[in-house]
Structures are given as structure tokens and as C-alpha cells.
């Protein structure tokens, strides 16, 4: 901490509307203290100087590139990390990529703390993207090696074109992002898990989509990151949690087939001590049996081992099952089986793709799925694309697969065509 035990934080903007507006947003959490503000960009050595502040808020749409002015001497004279303050057009936005190559720290758009999104969402969305910025320096949170050695020579140098793109898209997609619920913008899309004795489906895995008007479709790969990072992953994920049981208990109600839907859990997600609290409220107005749903969760995250399992046993109270995700990928796969109480593996599609070509990858899942079993864990294969890889699968003893050999992610419609179909076999 700085300042009388708290973060320290100086304001620059002309804007007197803007300055209330911030001051009354750092208030609201005890960590952060103001010293001090600024509303020329010639006179902000001068106040760090006199209030010693840990975080300089620079408003960019100051007269005179005024806040380009204050950076520009904050990063040669006395750096302290700087959030900077934009609106959403392209010139706020031209203006936030050339204050990043100046050496700010992280940005935030404007448009967020207006009238109608100010709300406590936003509010703690702002105030723990200042206390990123505060922790991680002058660095930020973006790649080190921009920023790292010889700040007058290296981080006044102008970025290859493809950098200012990535930060261009970085912004919008984490200015859209916020209103993609309220517009009703994601999907989910469902692939099936298929026992291959049975040829049925028997379960779902739903994933989200996003189509955004301005942007297109995003991949998940682009958004799910900044999701975690700004901690939107917490709605988001509550969304789709609830989207799937609803999903999931209007085909049981409309008499096809019952089959468990399986949502994955981010990092963020599974270490929030809210979560079992979250997912039984989602069961009980729902009214999906726990049994229906099922939790993946990845090696790859990062986890104390005592607090997880802690976290895994308050779920499993609750009914779900519990999948790990990707196995065979991290370092941590046979001390998680020891420790975790999962019920099923998922094995992951990179040992799948060159099981026709490499013994190695069949010794492994063989391997795998015979441990499973001893383990009286459920096995599913991921990735599955062909049926020799199907065949050397049911030879291997492993009876749930998933992949395009079956069908690729669809959309709810199309699930329930493929589910009506099944119950018509069977009825």
C-alpha cells in the first residue's frame, strides 16, 4: 500500500463533471485515497511530486494533447503507473493505442462510467482494473517486453501496424463485451457425447458464441480472455450456466430423451466462493435435477490443491458430476486424480488425432481408460474425427466419444431434431 495505508491516486482532466465523477468512484472503496488532482498536463510532475500518488488517471481528451503531454513526462521524469481515460470513437481509440505505446499502464473507456451503466458491476470493474494496474507497474497488465528496457528509446518507438491492431480490437471487443447480454448477442451452440455401444447420445457439451453487429463473429479464444481478465467471466459465466439448465429441462419437458449438459468453468468461476451457492439457486428455479448437469474443469488451471478439492466437494454435495477436462495435457493429471473427487476424464483430442499413426498416443489412452476403470471413473474421448479412430476407441474399451465424426457443435434446434430422432427409435 502507499499513502496512509491506502492506494494513492491523482487526477488529471480539465473536465470538472469527469473529475467528480472519478473521485466519486474511488471513494467508494476504502483502499484507494485521493491526494491530489491536476487539470493541466504541464502541472502533473509538479503534483506527483506533492501528493506522492501510487496511480495517475489521465483524461485524453484534454485541449492540446494535454494528456499525451502528462504521460510523455511522467514516463521519462517519475513513472508510476497511468490509467488513461478515452471515449469509444476512433479517435478516442487512436489516441488510447498511442498512450499505450507511450508506457500507460492499462485503459478504460468512458462510455463505461457514464449515467446508465454506472452501477456497481461497473464500478468494481473500474476500481480492480486500477488495482491491476497498481500491482503489476508501469508494465500493466499487456506483454512485458513491450514496455521492459530503456522506456525513452524502446516504449516512445512507434509498434508494427499489427500492434496497434491488436490493441485496437482488445478495446472493442472488451467495449462490447459489457452490453452482450443486455443485447441479447451470445448463443450457445451443443455438441453431443455418443455411446458407441449404444450409438445414443447421452449427454451435451455447450459452448458459447458471440455475434456482435459491429464486430462480427468473435471467437471465444478472443473474448474468453478478456473476459477473465476484466472478471465479465463471472456474468458470462452465470449466463451460460443458466441458459444450458433451461435448455436442458425444456427437451426433458418436451418428453426427448434425458441426457446430462456439461458447462465449462473457467479459473476465475471456480475459485469465486460464490459458485455452489450460484449453480443450486440456477437448479432450484430451473428445476433441473443436479444430475443433468455436469462441471468440466481444466488441468490447466491454476490451483491450491486443498482449496479446490474444498470447492469440488461443495459441488458434488450439490448432485452435479464433475469432469476433468484437456487430461493428459498438464503436469498435474495423476495428483489430481489422488486428490480431486471428479467422476469423469476427458481425454484430450491432441492424443485422439494421432492415435491411428502413433503406438505411442494408443499405449496412452489405452493406459488412460484402463486406470479409469480401476478408478470407476467415467472416460470420454474428445476430437473424435474418423472411424478408425472410433474403432482402435472401442478396442481400447472406451465407450464415450465426442467429436465431428458424430457432429459438430449445433445449435439448440438441431439437438432437439437429433434427440426427437432417438426417442422415435426407441419409443
Not at 23 to 51: P, R, W, Y
Not at 194 to 220: A, F, H, K, M
Not at 371 to 400: K, Y
Request: net charge negative.
Amino acid at each position: 500500500m502507499g499513502l496512509l495505508d491506502g492506494y494513492g491516486v491523482l487526477i488529471l482532466s480539465e473536465s470538472s463533471e469527469l473529475i467528480s465523477e472519478v473521485e466519486a468512484l474511488i471513494e467508494k472503496d476504502t483502499q484507494f485515497v485521493m491526494t491530489g488532482m491536476a487539470k493541466h498536463g504541464n502541472t502533473v510532475l509538479d503534483c506527483i511530486l506533492a501528493s506522492k500518488p501510487d496511480l495517475v488517471i489521465i483524461d485524453l481528451d484534454m485541449d492540446n494533447s494535454d494528456g499525451h503531454l502528462a504521460l510523455h513526462l511522467i514516463m521519462n521524469h517519475n513513472p508510476i503507473p497511468v490509467v488513461v481515460l478515452s471515449t469509444h470513437t476512433p479517435e478516442g481509440s487512436m489516441k488510447t493505442i498511442q498512450a499505450m505505446r507511450l508506457g500507460a499502464a492499462d485503459y478504460f473507456h468512458k462510455e463505461m462510467l457514464s449515467q446508465e451503466l454506472k452501477n456497481k458491476i461497473v464500478t468494481s470493474y473500474f476500481l480492480e482494473r486500477c488495482k491491476m494496474t497498481i500491482q503489476n507497474g508501469i508494465q500493466g497488465i499487456y506483454d512485458s517486453h513491450f514496455y521492459a528496457t530503456g522506456i525513452a528509446e524502446t516504449v516512445l518507438s512507434a509498434p508494427q501496424p499489427h500492434r496497434q491492431d491488436q490493441f485496437q480490437r482488445r478495446m472493442d471487443i472488451e467495449f462490447h463485451l459489457r452490453r452482450a447480454i443486455d443485447n441479447h448477442e451470445f448463443h450457445l451452440v451443443y455438441q453431443p457425447v455418443v455411446d458407441v455401444y449404444s450409438n445414443r447420445i447421452v449427454g451435451l457439451e455447450s459452448l458459447i458464441r458471440w455475434y456482435n453487429p459491429t464486430l462480427g463473429q468473435v471467437p471465444p479464444s478472443d473474448f474468453i480472455p478478456i473476459a477473465e481478465e476484466s472478471s465479465l467471466i463471472h456474468e458470462i459465466g452465470e449466463w451460460v450456466l443458466k441458459e444450458a439448465c433451461m435448455q436442458n429441462k425444456r427437451w426433458q419437458e418436451a418428453g426427448l430423451s434425458k441426457v446430462f449438459v456439461a458447462v465449462n468453468l473457467s479459473r476465475r468461476q471456480f475459485n469465486d466462493s460464490r459458485l455452489s451457492r450460484m449453480i443450486q439457486t440456477i437448479l432450484e428455479k430451473t428445476g433441473l435435477q443436479p444430475k443433468y448437469l455436469e462441471l468440466e474443469i481444466t488441468e490447466s488451471m491454476s490451483m491450491q490443491v486443498e482449496l479446490a478439492a474444498d470447492a469440488l466437494r461443495q459441488l458434488k454435495k450439490l448432485g452435479v458430476r464433475v469432469a476433468m477436462d484437456d487430461f493428459g495435457t498438464g503436469y498435474s493429471s495423476l495428483g489430481y486424480l489422488r486428490d480431486f473427487p471428479i467422476d469423469k476424464l476427458k481425454i484430450d483430442q491432441s492424443f485422439i488425432k494421432g492415435l491411428i499413426q502413433s503406438q505411442v498416443n494408443a499405449v496412452i489412452v489405452n493406459t488412460m481408460v484402463t486406470m479409469a476403470r480401476n478408478l470407476n471413473l467415467l472416460v470420454v474421448a474428445e476430437g473424435v474425427e474418423t472411424e478408425e479412430e472410433l474403432q482402435v476407441l472401442r478396442e481400447c474399451g472406451c465407450r464415450l466419444v465426442q467429436g465431428y465424426y458424430f457432429s459438430q457443435p449445433v445449435k439448440a434446434k438441431r439437438i432437439e431434431e437429433m434427440l426427437h430422432l432417438e426417442t422415435k427409435q426407441t419409443g
